[in-house]
């Protein structure tokens, strides 16, 4: 059974920061870029930031580009997003989310999705 699962989501102040963790089980991470995308209730799903399958090549969304860190540990079979100086705009439920290549990845074209975590920035 292929599963992602994403942990590491909660309720923080402005400011504040999180890391959030995808972990696979079912296959290896080694073989797949993971895309982390956000969604808030009503509001089309977007795409925040995708790592290569080796790790050497990260993209980030413009709103998060400098606040955001994605990186990963194969061996952990784990994609951490370290988020800092958190605004509320940034709340929303976060997914990861995995496709051989992040060139062309989007949340209509994923092979795999977790489930989400929840992540909510008080003003």
């Known amino acids: 059974q292929l599963q992602l699962v994403e942990s590491g989501g909660g309720l923080v102040q402005f400011g504040g920061s999180l890391r959030l963790s995808c972990a696979a089980s079912?296959?290896?991470?080694?073989?797949?870029?993971i895309g982390w995308f956000r969604q808030a209730p009503g509001k089309e799903r977007e795409g925040v930031s995708c790592?290569?399958?080796?790790?050497?090549?990260?993209n980030y969304a413009d709103s998060v580009k400098g606040r955001f860190t994605i990186s990963r540990d194969n061996a952990k079979n784990t994609v951490y997003l370290q988020m800092n100086s958190l605004k509320p705009e940034d709340t929303g439920v976060y997914y990861c989310?995995?496709?051989?290549?992040?060139?062309?990845?989007?949340?209509?074209?994923?092979?795999?999705w977790g489930k989400g975590t929840l992540v909510t920035v008080s003003s």
């Open positions: 989310a995995a496709r051989p290549f992040c060139s062309g990845s989007s949340y209509r074209n994923m092979n795999y």
């Open positions: 079912g296959f290896t991470l080694d073989y797949y870029a």
């Open positions: 790592i290569s399958r080796s790790g050497g090549s990260t």
